[in-house]
């Protein structure tokens, strides 16, 4: 079992930037992909990006544009999300999600993902 808790989300003005955190504990943290999604009111869950164990590859949705980076710090148990530039439109609830070796099916997917989070919330006004 690993134990997810984001931390770092709140209310931002357009333009601002926010760096949520989410904290593992459990299982050994450095052998798991990680994972961030996101999910609008009235939306589905939606892949935002998801880094390998060692930092080495990374994968970002369509819509981040540059805009949002993943990082992880395997001796804290922690991956990031660095989010610049913030718009209303990213405005969601955000989950840290975690992928054991054996899992398959796609990184971009929910299916692809075996623990999830409780989330944290991000609203950003215009």
């Known amino acids: 079992q690993v134990q997810l808790v984001e931390s770092g989300g709140g209310l931002v003005q357009a333009g601002d930037s926010l760096r949520l955190s989410c904290a593992a504990s459990g299982r050994t943290f450095s052998n798991y992909r990680m994972g961030w999604f996101r999910q609008a009111p009235g939306k589905e869950r939606e892949f935002v990006a998801s880094?390998?164990?060692?930092?080495?590859?990374?994968y970002y949705a369509d819509f981040v544009k540059g805009r949002i980076t993943i990082s992880r710090d395997n001796a804290k148990n922690t991956v990031y999300l660095q989010m610049n530039v913030l718009k209303p439109e990213d405005t969601a609830v955000y989950y840290c999600?975690?992928?054991?070796?054996?899992?398959?099916?796609?990184?971009?997917?929910?299916?692809?993902?075996?623990?999830w989070g409780q989330g944290t919330q991000v609203t950003v006004s215009s």
């Open positions: 880094i390998s164990w060692s930092g080495g590859s990374t």
């Open positions: 999600a975690a992928r054991s070796p054996a899992r398959g099916g796609s990184y971009y997917a929910i299916e692809g993902y075996d623990y």
